[in-house]
């Protein structure tokens, strides 16, 4: 679904700054480049500080630590290279080239160990839920999780099922509630990993939860889960 900017205002001061953003000059007429929006997720279980660039353009700002998000940006649209390295290092860690389509909407996440750091660019389907509905997409970006399944406020049948890292399912269609538990559970044992709770599923939005860090971790960078909103309207 083609997405409806009503941050246009917040994203043409980000566009200004990060030079996403332009106008070409054709036969003496000005016509605007086509944009795509763009989430970018610090999924990768590391203390150290990093920034993401697309093309040669710093699109991380301010100090980009593990669980951080930022978007929706506008980007040109067309074939984008990006990259993520630590911070204030221009050398780059791990590269990905990636077609982004005009007026859709993607998700960058930086996955895996900072040894083994990889870049994970996900179509996001911004459809608008039917009424008295929400939508979710579970990720699995435990690199040591195993395979994990989502499940709603304990119904008797998993929102999305065994899913092995770096995979994910689509965006599925959930009740809109005031309050639910999100659990991530092992998909052979379903026993339950990590859980969200109290999570109001608002009518008519759209999120994703994933699963991050490491059961072999401790403090910030163990085993949990996390969600976000995606907003376009």
């Not at 480049?33 to 150290?48: H, K």
């Not at 005009?102 to 039917?130: C, H, W």
């Not at 109290?198 to 999120?207: C, D, P, Q």
């Amino acid at each position: 679904m083609k997405l409806s900017f009503t941050y246009k205002a917040i994203a043409a001061a980000l566009v200004l700054s990060l030079g996403f953003l332009s106008c070409s000059k054709l036969d003496g007429n000005y016509e605007p480049i086509q944009t795509s929006g763009l989430n970018i997720i610090q999924a990768s279980p590391t203390l150290d500080l990093l920034d993401v660039y697309v093309d040669n353009t710093r699109a991380t700002a301010s100090d980009f630590e593990f669980g951080n998000k930022i978007g929706y940006l506008s980007a040109y649209s067309g074939n984008r290279a990006f990259n993520v390295t630590k911070k204030g290092n221009a050398t780059s860690l791990k590269s990905l080239t990636y077609t982004l389509k005009p007026q859709l909407g993607y998700s960058l996440f930086v996955v895996n160990t900072l040894a083994n750091i990889e870049l994970l660019m996900l179509d996001d389907d911004l459809t608008k839920p039917a009424a008295g509905k929400a939508r979710i997409r579970f990720v699995n970006l435990s690199p040591d999780g195993g395979n994990l399944s989502l499940n709603v406020g304990g119904a008797a049948t998993d929102l999305s099922t065994n899913k092995a890292f770096k995979e994910f399912s689509a965006f599925e269609t959930v009740d809109a509630s005031a309050s639910v538990t999100l659990n991530i559970k092992n998909a052979t044992t379903s026993t339950i990993e990590a859980t969200i709770p109290g999570v109001k599923l608002e009518e008519g939005k759209i999120y994703t939860v994933y699963a991050k860090g490491l059961k072999s971790g401790t403090g910030d960078l163990g085993f949990s889960a996390k969600m976000f909103l995606h907003s376009s309207n």
